[in-house]
């Protein structure tokens, strides 16, 4: 479930997709038309494949979950969700287990699950999107934090007094490096309104100094946060995905010199720095994953 996208997947235990529907979250039509889709679309997929060895649902929702009473808080995108019961009301309409995770930390799991990160148990991810969402995985299972708040990657100080936040900082990663900064990058610097990511990237293919010097800019933004998040967990694999990795052959070069100049466990231990392969299906497996998880 997103602000924008509600879509369904019945995915089997070995990660294979059987089955998916698509549609919009209708926000706008309040909580109770929201909840009714959802629960409509999987029992649709239900009564397609049958129901006799479901193991369970997982939801991916933008904001933080608590785990323990499955109530989402903070989350921009859906006030009408703040503090509601969602997974309890959903597992009555269903009967059947639901687990809700943060669609980032889904994300993760998806990659860790089937994508990028198949052969490692440990890794991060970050999805460069409107903002940027980050998951991190420990031992092929979330890491939550004390309320579901661990990995909001998106608001490491990437640029000290650098653009202002939502959350009240200043110099966010997600400000300098999201689809939405190179969007708003574009802007300040006259290159036009209203470009997406692709816009500028397409820009800079062309040759366009402006639209390389952006996706620099971006790149060290990333390469400033990699650096710490390596010297943090030292893990072996970080994963970035969303709508500018297009531009990777741009933004890839800076931001991996910023690493290496930063960083002492990344010159010192074996570390990869990919991008991710399940695009926006990584939130579906990762959701997929999550009953099993919780057996
Ligand atoms: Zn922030």
């Known amino acids: 479930m997103g602000g924008t996208n509600l879509r369904a997947a019945a995915i089997d235990d070995q990660g294979k997709m059987l089955d998916k529907i698509a ?17 409509r679309s999987i029992a649709t997929l239900r009564a397609r494949l049958g129901q006799h060895d479901l193991a369970g649902v997982g939801v991916g929702v933008p904001g933080f979950i608590q785990i323990e009473e499955g109530v989402i808080i903070g989350s921009n995108n859906l006030p009408e969700f703040e503090h509601y019961p969602v997974r309890n009301e959903i597992e009555k309409r269903l009967g059947a287990k639901v687990v809700l995770e943060n669609d980032a930390n889904a994300a993760a799991l998806g990659e860790k699950w089937m994508g990028a990160g198949r052969e490692v148990d440990d890794l991060v991810l970050l999805t460069l999107g409107t903002g940027i969402g980050g998951g991190i995985i420990v031992g092929g299972d979330v890491l939550r934090g004390q309320l579901g708040m661990a990995g909001e990657l998106g608001h490491m100080t990437a640029v000290p007094n650098g653009n202002p936040c939502g959350c009240g900082n200043a110099g966010c990663l997600e400000k300098h490096a999201s689809a939405t900064a190179i969007s708003a990058m574009a802007k300040l610097i006259g290159l036009g309104h209203d470009l997406t990511s692709e816009d500028v990237y397409k820009l800079a293919v062309a040759g366009d100094t402006r639209a390389k010097a952006i996706f620099r800019s971006m790149g060290e933004a990333l390469g400033v946060a990699l650096a710490d998040l390596i010297n943090i967990f030292n893990f072996p694999l970080y994963l970035l995905s969303g709508g500018p990795l ?12 910023e690493v290496e100049r930063r960083s002492f466990t990344y010159r010192n231990a074996p570390t990869r720095i990919e991008r991710a ?3 926006n299906e990584a939130g579906l497996y990762g959701a997929a994953y999550l009953p099993f998880l919780a057996k």
């Not at 919009?24 to 629960?39: F, N, P, S, Y």
């Not at 297009?246 to 010199?257: H, R, T």
């Open 23 to 39: 549609g919009e979250t209708h926000l706008k039509a309040g909580r109770e038309v929201v909840i009714e889709d959802m629960v």
């Open 277 to 279: 392969t399940l695009g």
């Open 246 to 257: 297009p531009a990777w052959d741009f933004f890839a070069p800076p931001m991996l010199a």
